[in-house]
């Protein structure tokens, strides 16, 4: 998706936190474009920190799911009218099924906003939802941060520049620099050490009440690149977190769905890592 010019260099972003209300201005160093779930920037906010930190907000105007891949369904672009309508139904009455109900003819125009409302609040709640999972697990998992996972540092809400009928959630979370991909970085420079570290981390999360959810090449991170010492799991947004009263049988059905420590495994297997002995051959069990 192409960089609305709001997300340009230089340009301001700012954030309201959660919690104590508190307002923070952020200049953009750059995008990391194209967007596809989340806006993702590259910030500077001295107030916070020196250092530059990540952004992410969590906006459904810029979700790459209203591009229809299939010729069944039609793309479903964002509309301020649209979303504003959404804004307005109640949302203890949303029903996904009338999503796939037949479209509305192109005269019935009611039905046709009636029905982009509805796509509007079901993109707002995939949105959402991820926000509140990438939060929640990084709440669980406050003792991994700054090592096996990035530091979130804020949380809160966007105050666009335009007019708009939500204000989308957002995060500040470390950023890790001179860091490369398990996709694009070199085998030969990956040690054993750090690689049986990070087994350790992921098998960790269930204890901790999370499961990753969405464990690919590009969601672990490698730093410095030359020779990397540091190991990091990033985008919780599909992430699941055990709820209060959930029962160890539900929760461990869950875990071993999502296979955190399995697929982590496998990974560093295509990338012809050899893991020490001691780094285990299954995932940990939950507490």
Known sequence: MEVDSMFSPGARIILTAADDGRTLTFTIDRPFAPFTKRIVL???????????????????????????????????????????????????????????????????????AARAALWEEHYRRLSFDCFEAETNAYDRLRALQGGAIPRLLFAGVWQPPDERGIRPPAVVLEYIPDAVSLCDVSADVLQPDVCAALVRAVDSFAAHGVFHGDLHQENVLFTPQARPVRAVVIDFGCAGVRAEGEDEESWQFNVTFANDGGRVRRLLKEKGV?????????SAPAA
């Open 42 to 112: 590259l910030v500077r906010c001295p107030e916070l920190t020196l250092d530059p930190v990540v952004i992410k907000i969590y906006d459904p105007r810029f979700l790459d799911d209203r591009v229809s891949v299939v010729p069944s369904q039609p793309s479903r672009p964002w509309t301020p009218a649209a979303e504003k309508a959404a804004a307005a139904l109640p949302k203890d009455e949303f029903d996904e099924a009338l999503l796939w109900e037949d479209e509305p003819e192109d005269t019935d125009v009611a039905g046709k």
């Open 274 to 282: 050899v893991l020490p002995e001691d780094a285990g051959s299954g």
